[in-house]
């Protein structure tokens, strides 16, 4: 049990037919701002990636990394440091009880984005701290599911538990009633930091947290990546599904669709933003 008195987070088994994703708009913005380094203190744990698997770059933050490093740690202090718009909500839960469980006090920095299931992670921390210009998002559990109409409506309660549990943690830490928590879910609700802390959702604005520049020479790498997960989001505004976005994007890295490709054509509005991308991608 951390230092702050929080409660273990409901759990539930993984649908079988269920497809997680980041919000569109969260991943959108997110994928456009700098990378930053990883931090090579051994107590410190970044997360700046999407929370799951990241089938683009093969990583991702999941609850068996966080549990590694957190083994590694012992019982010291930890920090964790966020820059993440969220992703898979049964890793965030995991992800959540494993640093409520840590013996020794947990730090969470903000440093960008603690967008929808890594909004849940820094509810773990004792402190939370946020940057000037950084952002925390809350909304009801986000994912699909696929299936006829019976399917869809054992979603839809399948949904409500999710979205409960999630509540029972925001609750706990911030302090709010349950209907101000829910309402802030429901409205996907953004807060910069002095709305946050206002919030209860951190304890502090941190100045000297912050993001490199977009000129920062360590970011030369990781532009490729950048603007294939730009074009992931904006396949994802189009309404396309994970699965769908995967393999519409290797094949335009392959070079196997363009703009004449008719789905392309289907594709309407994202179809410059597309190539514009891939050569970004291809350079």
């Given at each position: 049990m951390t230092i702050r008195t929080l409660p273990e987070a409901r759990t539930f088994p993984r649908p079988q037919n269920f497809q997680w994703d980041a919000p569109t708009d969260v991943l959108a913005r997110w994928a456009a701002t700098p990378a930053a380094a990883a931090d090579s203190d051994a107590t410190t744990i970044?997360?700046?990636?999407?929370?799951?698997e990241d089938f683009w770059t093969g990583g991702g933050v999941t609850a068996k990394r966080v549990s590694a490093a957190l083994r590694a740690i012992g019982d010291r202090d930890v920090t964790v440091k966020i820059n993440s718009p969220g992703g898979d909500m049964f890793e965030g839960i995991a992800i959540y009880n494993l640093l409520r469980k840590h013996p020794a006090k947990v730090s969470i920095e903000v440093m960008g984005w603690a967008a929808s299931a890594a909004s849940i992670i820094a509810m773990a921390g004792d402190d939370i701290r946020m940057g000037?210009?950084?952002?925390?998002?809350?909304h009801n559990a986000w994912g699909g599911v696929i299936g006829n109409r019976h399917d869809m409506r054992e979603a839809a309660e399948m949904f409500d538990g999710f979205d409960s549990a999630i509540a029972d943690i925001y609750e706990a830490r911030t302090g709010q009633d349950r209907s101000t928590v829910t309402a802030l879910m429901d409205a996907e609700t953004f807060m910069g930091p002095q709305d946050a802390v206002a919030k209860g959702f951190a304890d502090s604005v941190d100045e000297g947290l912050s993001l490199p520049d977009d000129d920062d020479t360590q970011n030369a790498g990781?532009?490729?990546?950048?603007?294939?997960?730009?074009?992931?989001?904006?396949?994802?505004?189009q309404g396309m599904s994970r699965g769908e976005r995967r393999s519409f994007i290797q094949d335009v890295k392959s070079g196997t669709r363009n703009a004449a490709d008719p789905a392309m054509q289907d594709a309407g509005a994202f179809a410059a933003a597309a190539q514009a991308l891939l050569q970004t991608i291809k350079s």
């Open positions: 970044t997360m700046f990636e999407v929370i799951g000037l210009g950084t952002f925390m998002m809350v990781q532009r490729p990546l950048n603007a294939v997960r730009q074009l992931d989001a904006i396949l994802a505004q």
